[in-house]
């Protein structure tokens, strides 16, 4: 699991004490990792992240069309990835930039493992955690329709229990090519002590 690798990092480089951020997909790796090294990590930021409940896929928290979208793109894949076309990136990761930077963003656009978003997460022993937990929601992410019951914040967030929220504007990808500035000091918001 993609969550393993973290957690071989975090030992090899013996980190104690730090935040450990997770966005979109990453949301489900640091609850993973937050299970295997909970006495190393200060806080776990969820920027924008899906945030499972036990035993659930993160195919399990898209409304019916986008899944089946992912099922068909994985069907079209020789090696079981998923590339999302230009107009579907476009729409739901970067749908804040103008035309030419969504363009050139999706250059560096690669196919995905599937199989991780399928994956049913045995999460027990992350809502047993006392670490604590923020999250950073951008309000233009379009990645998630808000409301009828899927959506970043309050959806997604609400599952941590007691959680520092922090707000911005922008979408999915954009900021972290146009304003890293700005990301950087909403996740160091939602850092502090």
């Known amino acids: 699991?993609?969550?393993?690798?973290?957690?071989?990092?975090?030992?090899?480089?013996?980190?104690h004490d730090f935040i450990l951020v997770g966005h979109s997909f990453g949301g489900t790796v640091i609850q993973k990792v937050?299970?295997?090294?909970p006495d190393?990590?200060?806080?776990?930021?969820?920027?924008?992240?899906?945030?499972?409940k036990d035993g659930e896929s993160l195919v399990d928290?898209?409304?019916?069309?986008?899944?089946?979208?992912?099922?068909?793109?994985?069907?079209?894949?020789?090696?079981?990835?998923?590339?999302?076309?230009?107009e579907t990136f476009r729409a739901m990761f970067v749908n804040t930039a103008s035309t030419e930077d969504a363009k050139h963003f999706y250059t560096?656009?690669?196919?995905?493992?599937?199989?991780?978003?399928?994956?049913?997460?045995?999460?027990?022993?992350?809502?047993?955690?006392p670490t604590p937990k923020s999250y950073v929601y951008f309000y233009q992410d379009n990645v998630l329709p808000q409301g009828e019951g899927y959506g970043w914040h309050p959806h997604m967030s609400t599952r941590l229990g007691l959680f520092?929220?922090?707000?911005?504007?922008g979408d999915h990808f954009t900021?972290?090519?146009?304003?890293?500035?700005?990301?950087?000091?909403?996740?160091?918001?939602?850092?502090?002590?």
């Open 1 to 15: 699991m993609i969550s393993k690798s973290v957690v071989d990092y975090i030992k090899h480089l013996n980190l």
């Open 34 to 37: 937050a299970e295997q090294v």
């Open 40 to 52: 190393r990590i200060k806080r776990l930021v969820f920027w924008d992240a899906f945030v499972l």
């Open 61 to 86: 928290q898209l409304p019916p069309p986008t899944r089946q979208g992912f099922e068909a793109l994985r069907k079209m894949s020789n090696d079981d990835t998923i590339m999302l076309p230009f």
């Open 108 to 129: 560096s656009v690669a196919p995905e493992p599937a199989k991780p978003l399928f994956e049913k997460l045995d999460l027990k022993a992350f809502y047993a955690l």
């Open 164 to 169: 520092r929220l922090i707000v911005g504007d």
């Open 175 to 193: 900021d972290t090519r146009t304003r890293p500035a700005y990301l950087a000091q909403k996740i160091y918001d939602a850092s502090r002590d």
